[in-house]
């Protein structure tokens, strides 16, 4: 006799076997599917400066931070 969590096991292993079998791709050459063109010229240094941006802003509120909690007031 098998055991519930053993069925359950064996019935979500079959449903993920039907969603994974490759029917549901669609070929989408070179990011065609995206809401916006990869293939413009300065989208790479857009995209880039952004993700530099966004990584600095942490550090550069904690350098704000550090350098305002001194006492000097000539921030």
Do not use: E
Request: one cysteine or more.
């Amino acid at each position: 006799m098998i055991s519930p969590i053993a069925r359950t096991s064996m019935r979500s292993r079959a449903v993920n076997r039907l969603m994974r079998s490759g029917d549901h791709h669609f070929h989408s050459p070179n990011g065609m599917h995206l809401p916006f063109d990869t293939q413009k010229k300065g989208f790479k240094f857009l995209y880039w400066g952004s993700c530099a941006l966004f990584s600095a802003l942490p550090v550069i509120a904690a350098w704000w931070q550090i350098r305002k909690g001194n006492g000097n007031k000539n921030y």
